[in-house]
């Protein structure tokens, strides 16, 4: 029964908290056999609906189930299986806005966390967020950096769109 | 009909296999399978001589370790050979005729630099055993094999330079003499073929290889009709669409040194299928 209620409690906090689309830029991607072995690895994900390589743009663009629990971080591992670098991602994702330790943090439901980051020509976009939405669901999409700045950190997202 | 079996064959394998092969034809290059990946490419493989001509088909099953690191294994049929069959280095498929080489590559260098570009270096080391117990009229032993390979991929050029050294082991009296090689190829895909993915994928190179076989040991005593000298230089070109992929291509020698009495060799072709899964 603890349970039960336990997990009426937090379940709101992951309803539909999921990365949504993905675009992975990536370096050092040449050729054709490159390209289908990145499109396969990453169709072979759980969650993941349809993927899109572009050699031209050096991109993959990942769209990905409303239900998914996939990881940024597993994207980019099966990228870097493939022999090359995952470089800064544009992602959109939804979930609850909560606040901790004076950060505003989206956690989707495979556990990471998104901590969300001042886009350079959006001021006040945080302040906003922190009056107006925290506790609620939301959607939003922005830019997401190479690499965490230690394994256990949330990966930083500069919010460049934020959708109703 | 003879002449046709082994091209008909290799059709048919090639629809079982998948492959790594995207570089070069008859040069060192860089590129390692991905993680868990497996290949399989199959070969056929002429090498004109004045005195004749050897023809057989050449098989490569790859597996990525992890994306830098990979084995694989190469094996032969022959279908035709000659008396002095040519000594010959340079892909992963060109080993001596006649040897079973098991190979591993350890792409230790990467930078991938840019979208579409990357600069790296590889590491081959192998070893090999032979299927005959003469060749040549010499007493064939095992083999060990190492080469370095370095250079750069992008969407427009391709340029790769290596250079190894195979040392045969001695049999009785007799032992093969060590073959230095170095190969320098570049790629260059045409505007028409930088369509994007999943578009067909075109490349055309040229190949030089530069092999110096050392003089052979029979009962004891150096060989004076063995070792020498020989560049070749020739086109290939390497098609990728879909799940299929072929390349071929051709050297010629425009230097040969060869000591003693020998065949010269003519030319030397080569044409790979092959299949993703």
């Not at chain 1, 922190?130 to 394994?151: D, F, L, N, Q, Y």
């Not at chain 2, 008859?26 to 390692?32: E, I």
């Not at chain 2, 002429?46 to 830098?68: F, P």
């Not at chain 2, 032979?130 to 010499?138: A, D, L, Q, S």
Request: hydrophobic share 40%; charged share 20%; with cysteine.
């Amino acid at each position: 029964m603890a349970r039960l209620i336990l997990f009426l409690l937090v379940a709101p906090l992951f309803a539909e908290a999921q990365l949504l689309e993905v675009k992975q830029t990536i370096y050092g991607m040449d050729c054709a056999p490159c390209a289908r072995g990145v499109e396969a690895s990453l169709k072979r994900l759980d969650g993941v609906q349809a993927v899109t390589i572009s050699l031209n743009n050096g991109t993959a663009e990942i769209r990905l189930a409303p239900d998914n629990r996939q990881r940024l971080g597993e994207i980019r591992q099966r990228i870097s299986d493939n022999g090359f670098s995952a470089k800064e991602a544009q992602v959109k994702l939804s979930g609850v806005l909560r606040e901790k330790e004076g950060k505003l943090i989206i956690e989707v439901e495979s556990g990471e966390v998104y901590a969300l980051q001042q886009f350079a020509d959006a001021k006040n976009v945080l302040e906003q967020l922190r009056k107006s939405k925290a506790g609620k669901h939301i959607t939003v999409a922005g830019v997401v950096a190479e690499a965490k700045s230690t394994p256990d950190a949330p990966w930083n997202i500069q919010v460049t769109q934020l959708f109703d | 009909m003879k002449r046709l079996l082994p091209i008909l064959s290799l059709l048919f394998v090639s629809h079982l296999a998948l492959s790594s092969g995207h570089g070069p034809v008859f040069g060192l290059a860089t590129p390692t399978l991905g993680k868990g990946h497996a290949s399989f490419d199959v070969a056929i493989m002429s090498n004109r001589q004045s005195g004749g001509s050897a023809l057989m088909l050449k098989y490569l099953w790859g597996y990525g370790i992890t994306e830098n690191l990979q084995i694989a294994l190469s094996t032969h049929s022959p279908i035709e050979t000659v008396p002095l069959p040519t000594r010959t280095r340079g892909s992963l498929m060109m080993q001596a005729n006649g040897d079973i080489e098991g190979l591993v590559l350890w792409r230790f260098h990467r930078d991938d630099y840019d979208i579409g570009n990357r600069f790296e270096t590889t590491a081959i080391v192998s070893g090999s055993i032979p299927t005959e117990k003469k060749r040549g009229g010499v007493a064939v032993g095992n083999a060990l094999h190492a080469a370095l390979v370095t250079g750069y991929a992008s969407r427009v050029t391709y340029l790769w330079i290596g250079g190894g050294y195979q040392h045969y082991f001695k049999k009785g009296n007799d032992q093969l003499g060590g073959l230095w090689y170095g190969s320098l190829v570049f790629g260059w895909r045409p505007p028409l073929f930088r369509e994007d993915y999943p578009k067909p994928d075109w490349r055309l190179f040229i190949e030089s290889l530069a092999e110096f076989p050392g003089r052979n040991t029979v009962n004891g005593i150096k060989d004076p009709n063995s070792g020498g000298s020989r560049l070749l230089v020739g086109p290939t070109v390497l098609g990728l669409y879909g799940d299929w992929g072929i390349s071929g291509g051709v050297l010629v020698p425009i230097h040969q040194k060869l000591n003693g009495n020998q065949p010269s060799e003519k030319a030397r072709l080569m044409l790979t299928l092959t299949y993703w899964i």
